[in-house]
């Protein structure tokens, strides 16, 4: 089973629109938990951290469900920069320093 | 101001020829990570310097090897590219542990 899963898409949807990605994770023992996004033929770049409580940030919220080990990332009011490919990414295991990386979920927003 | 600085961006090797990536960071960070890049595909972890204790991933090839003589330098030895190596290798440093990964541009590896 892979350490990571999401649902690869593509995802297009019409700018303005709210858009929910899911990811789940294997190992109950992470502790640390991302969302990166990717442009094509480009590195990952830092979009977000999860916390348990859930945080927000702009037109981004990313929710964490320990019990269920999945984690969202909804996207409101989508802009054509949001066109992007992306990642869930968690930790393998307390104090380790590696981090796991899902597939990525691919994102298209039409004008 | 580039903080994981990776070179080549781009680089042509032959099959079975050995070849050298680079990557440098700014950020006094102490672990430094290497990760290949398949088209589609999850970022891979190859292996990983915290300070100077060097970490293998399980499944990490030996054709694949790394070097780290200071902070701020960690190298990427590839001993006989075979075609299945092409991909983007990125390089990627934390402060410590799972923390947040700053990744440089990559260097997008051709094997002839």
């Known amino acids: 089973r892979k350490e990571v899963e999401q649902d690869p898409g593509p995802f297009n949807v019409p700018e303005g629109a709210t858009v929910a990605f899911n990811c789940t994770y294997s190992?109950?023992?992470?502790?640390?938990f991302f969302w990166y996004r990717q442009d094509c033929r480009k590195e990952p770049k830092l979009l977000m951290s999860?916390?348990?409580s859930g945080n927000e940030d702009g037109r981004f919220t990313a929710q964490l469900n320990r019990a269920s080990q999945y984690i969202s990332l909804l996207i409101r009011d989508s802009k054509l920069s949001d066109s992007a490919t992306y990642l869930c990414?968690?930790?393998?295991?307390?104090?380790?320093?590696?981090?796991?990386f899902g597939t990525g979920t691919r994102l298209t927003v039409i004008p | 101001d580039a903080m994981v600085i990776q070179n080549p961006r781009y680089q042509v090797t032959q099959f079975g020829k050995p070849v050298t990536l680079s990557c440098s960071q700014t950020?006094?960070?102490?672990?430094m990570y290497w990760y290949q890049q398949k088209s589609s595909q999850a970022p891979k972890l190859l292996f990983h310097?915290?300070?100077?204790?060097?970490?293998n991933e399980a499944d990490t090839p030996d054709n694949f090897q790394s070097r780290r003589p200071n902070t701020s330098f960690c190298f990427l030895d590839i001993r006989s590219p075979g075609l299945g190596d092409a991909a983007m290798y990125l390089c990627?440093?934390?402060?410590?542990?799972?923390?947040?990964?700053?990744f440089g541009p990559g260097t997008r590896l051709l094997v002839l």
């Open positions: 999860v916390y348990s």
């Open positions: 190992n109950s023992a992470s502790q640390s």
């Open positions: 310097y915290y300070d100077k204790d060097f970490n």
């Open positions: 950020l006094n960070h102490n672990v």
């Open positions: 990627a440093t934390s402060i410590a542990g799972p923390e947040t990964q700053y």
């Open positions: 990414v968690v930790n393998g295991q307390t104090g380790a320093n590696n981090l796991f």
